[in-house]
């Protein structure tokens, strides 16, 4: 039912169905459904030990699930991990940037995990770095 919703142009970018993780015999997230509207913003709230981290690490493709169906993108979790790679970007609550290299380098490391075009990566690179206003520290470490 919830793929017809998606092939009728009701985009939904991220689809939870029944979300269930069990850690042994412990239940971390019991049953949880949920969609997020594409180009929404969507706060995942909840009191520490609610299963925030289970989900969003399952979502990401860290973690296997027990049971439930998770589509991002109408992407398979499970079965297209790769896929859902490709379209997804996750920042860290804690910088992740190599800081032997410059930011030019840390951004193009990225192009390279995204298998951008080679032609387009300087392009891009200089596109969000005006974006941010850091084109001035290009070539200098993080
Ligand atoms: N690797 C693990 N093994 C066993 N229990 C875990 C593991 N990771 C998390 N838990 C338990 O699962 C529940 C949900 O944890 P977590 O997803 O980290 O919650 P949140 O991010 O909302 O604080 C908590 O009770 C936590 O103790
Ligand atoms: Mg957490």
Redesign the pocket.
Known sequence: MWLDIYYNGNMNIIEVRNFTKK?GS?T?VDNISFDVAEGSIFSFL?P????????INTLCTIFEKTEGEMRIDGKDVMRQKDKVRQVIGVVFQESTLDTKMTLEENLRMHCHFYRLERREMSARIDLVLGIVDLLPWKKKTT
């Not at 520490?48 to 989900?55: D, M, P, R, V």
């Open positions: 850690y412990f971390a909840g520490n030990g609610a299963g925030k981290s289970t989900t």
